[in-house]
């Protein structure tokens, strides 16, 4: 993996959006018209568009409220992005969107009977979690950008949202096939005894207990998709990113997920934590994952040497060669430190990000078969790490 270095201007060079101009309110617009849709959607097919854990604990009343607000916050920044820009376009598309969903039913779309079918897409999921995720990262990254050049609408912005929206519609794929190796190789131990003793940790205990196991694991897995040359086939495409943002994060191989979930998953299979712990720790490396790669100058003070921060995992994505092969943890840097993979100089940040291999292929359904008939290693551009 040799990254010799990267012409950033080539990947930002894209102008950033301006407040003022009309346009991110069109996006926005549009943004908040599609989630709306989709929410329709959700509640008129929710036996193949829902996930069947998720939608028998869901408060409809207050779904059907969110559904309500994304429809009038699509037409109230229609309306300023019709008054302010010049081009009448992503209005007039988020207002015919937004129309439709309400033609549909709206926000009091009726659910009917149904009987679960064995199979699912997650749309459910991928709204959330999209909705959560852009009201956070996206003022974030508007306010306190770190590479002020740097635009969403980057070169590979669609890129990235095929990788979320996979990443997310094909849980119930991934869950089934984590879970599986744990199950096959774990299942006919009899460790409930163990189970009862982690179970019966008081949950400021447990939960910290759980993060440190699985980054311990995912750190191992991470640290052999780099020095491994056939896992490094697949690792590659996470650092052919050179806008690092909080969507492009989600720019994984399918094996990458799989194989380093699989092996985080081991150790909460084996110790048996709680489901409540289970669940927090879900929703925690989901959000440090996607806040590691955001955009952001925001400052964390101490805390950056206590968890990992955009700056922290900035530096794994660098193309510099001080910085090859360091800061493998998702949750916790110390961990870099025990191993001697840390790299934190001060308050500096890579100057670029990204492999410089120019002919790595860009998309998704390329870069889904590039690793299966290409070695990266073969590369010039971007060899082997073990051979540097
Ligand atoms: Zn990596
Ligand atoms: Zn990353």
New binding site residues.
């Given amino acids: 993996m040799k990254h010799p270095k990267t012409n950033q201007k080539n990947v930002t060079s894209c102008a950033r959006l301006k407040v003022g101009e009309g346009y991110i309110s069109g996006y926005l617009s549009i943004f908040f018209a599609l989630v709306s849709f989709g929410g329709v959607l959700c509640f008129l097919f929710p036996e193949i568009l829902t996930t069947p854990e998720y939608r028998h604990n869901y408060p409809v009343e207050i779904l059907r409220g969110v559904l309500l607000m994304c429809l009038l916050f699509s037409f109230l920044f229609a309306l300023v992005s019709l008054i302010l820009c010049k081009s009448k376009i992503p209005s007039l598309l988020a207002t015919v969107i937004s129309g439709l969903s309400i033609l549909m039913g709206g926000a009091t779309v009726e659910i009917k009977q149904f009987n679960d079918l064995g199979f699912y897409v997650s749309l459910d999921w991928l709204l959330l979690d999209l909705l959560v995720l852009a009201l956070i990262f996206i003022p974030v990254e508007l306010f306190f950008p770190k590479r002020t050049n740097q635009s969403k609408f980057h070169e590979e912005w669609k890129t990235d949202l095929i990788y979320f929206a996979f990443g997310h519609l094909l849980i119930q794929m991934t869950a089934v096939s984590v879970q599986a190796p744990a199950s096959y190789y774990f299942g006919s131990l009899h460790l409930e005894g163990l189970h009862n003793f982690v179970q019966a940790l008081p949950f400021l205990i447990e939960l910290p207990l759980a993060l440190l196991v699985t980054d311990l694991f995912q750190y191992s897995a991470?640290r052999a998709?780099?020095r491994m040359p056939l896992l490094w086939r697949f690792?590659a495409v996470?650092?052919s990113i050179r806008a690092v943002d909080w969507m492009a994060g989600s720019r994984l191989h399918i094996i990458d997920v799989l194989v380093t979930r699989a092996f985080s998953y081991l150790p909460l299979y084996v110790l048996g934590f709680s489901i409540e712990v289970f669940y927090m720790y879900v929703i925690i490396v989901s959000l440090q994952a996607v806040l590691a790669h955001a955009n952001t100058r925001i400052q964390f003070g101490f805390l950056k040497y206590l968890i990992v921060t955009p700056q922290y995992h900035h530096w794994?994505h660098s193309d510099n060669p001080s910085a090859y092969d360091k800061n493998f943890a998702i949750h916790f840097p110390f961990i870099d430190f025990l191993f001697g993979t840390y790299h934190l100089p001060g308050d500096q940040w890579p100057e670029s990000t990204g492999l410089a291999d120019t002919s790595f292929p860009k998309g998704y359904f390329k870069q889904f078969a590039f690793p299966f008939w290409k070695n990266p290693s073969d590369q010039q551009d971007m060899k082997d790490p073990s051979q540097r």
Wanted: net charge neutral; charged share 0%.
């Fill in positions: 991470h998709f780099h690792h996470h650092h794994h």
